[in-house]
Structures are given as C-alpha cells and as structure tokens.
C-alpha cells in the first residue's frame, strides 16, 4: 500500500502532584524519604493532526479504585504512539515522553517505539524571542481559535485536589482542559510549522510529486537560492508559506571547477 503522508498524533497529559511531608515552607529540598505519595499520570488527551476536534480520544484514573492507578492509561498511550510516525507536544520532550517513559518503566513495560518528536516548545524557542514560550502565552497571542483555559471554576491546585478527592465535577473540567491543550498545541503547530525546520514530511509519500518539507504539493518555483557552492531551485509553499530549496546544484560541471573555496591566510 502507497503511503499517503505520516501518521502525526497530538497529545497531552496531565500528572498528579507529589505529596511530601516538609516542615518549612520556603527554600526547600524534599528528600525521597519525605515523599508520602509519587507524582502519576491522571489523564491523557490525544487528536491524530487534522481530523475533527469530535475524533479526540481522552483516558483518565477516574473510575480506578485507586486515582493513582495509572498502569492501564499508560499503555493505552503507548499503543496510540507506537501507531504514529511522529507526535507533536508542547514541551514534550522535557516533560510529557520522560514522564510517559518513567510509567512504563515503573510498571515493567518494554520500550516501544517512539514516533519522532516535534516538540513546539523547543521548536518555538528555535525561531522566536517571544515574551514567553508557554502554551499559555503562545495560544493567547497566535492561535485565533484555542486559547488555553483557566480553569476557573476549580482555580490553580484546587482542580488536582479535587480530582484526587473523585470530585466528578472537576474530572469534566479536567478532561476539558486536557483536550483544550492537546486543540491548543495542535492550532500552534499549523501556526508555526512554515517556521519548523526539524520535519521534512514530504518523505511519507510515496509518490514522486515535488512536496514542500510540510508534505504539502501545493507549491511553486520562486527564485533561486545562492549558497557557497552552487545555485538551487527556490520554491514557495501555498500552505505553509516555508520557503524551501531544491537539492540539485544548478551550476554546470564546467562553472562549479572554476569555484575557489578559502585559502589560508
Ligand atoms: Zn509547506
């Protein structure tokens, strides 16, 4: 079967907070024996990239006898990985497959295989000096259709107090804001993929269309490219506006002899 372009998943997790015993408030180090309860994974919202926001599939702890029972969420995400070829999170990298990657562990599972990542945090770090890189800001001031929520209704900590407590008023406001991040990160990828220069998708097609790095065919020849060593086909992406170049060097044998590098000086 011809492939017809890769398989991106867009995910997110939520995690619940340590519970520790410390005596002070201020400039503390919690020492593993203060720890009374490990950090776990509550919930999990996942959208494979461009299907309707009404395809979103979303696993949480709430009907576990025990909330901190993550086991079964944990591998239901991997199995949802290992289908995709590469995932995009917002942070991901430091924080959603580590923390992912120390479940499994800690449950016993195997390594699986790991989609490439692209992680729009890293990858906005790369290209912009924005004010902030959070999804918080990020969402807030580029995307046009999902702003990160509040959560108001269950303020700061209280929505992970109350979700550890089984309040099933907060789990829906969890779930909400879960699959609001994974929409979020998902509208800041579109906004910023012409800027990404870590994805070349164009490879998961089996075709031989001429395909901008974002997978799109719709683009065209625009200008030339001049680097130190040869001339190249410039071209435009109609969807993603990334301005890429052909691999072929334009200069002819006889004109690329005659080009003199740096000598020593
Ligand atoms: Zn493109």
Redesign the pocket.
Known sequence: MKNKGPKIIVYDLETSPMVTYNFERFDQNIGLEQIKEDWTILAWGAKWLGDPKSKAIYRDTRNKKDVRDDKDIVKELIELLEQADICITHNGDKFDIKRLNARALLHGLPPYKHPASTDTYKESKKVFSLTSHSLDYASANVNTKYKKLKHEEFPGLSLWKEVLKGNKKAWRVMQKYCLHDVFATEEYFTKI??WIKTQNLSCYFDDAAI??????S??YKKGFVYTDSGKFQGYK??????R?KGRLNLLSVEKRKGLLKEGKS
């Open positions: 993929q012409g395909r901008c790095r974002c997978g799109s719709n683009i992406c109609k969807d993603c506006g990334k890429p």
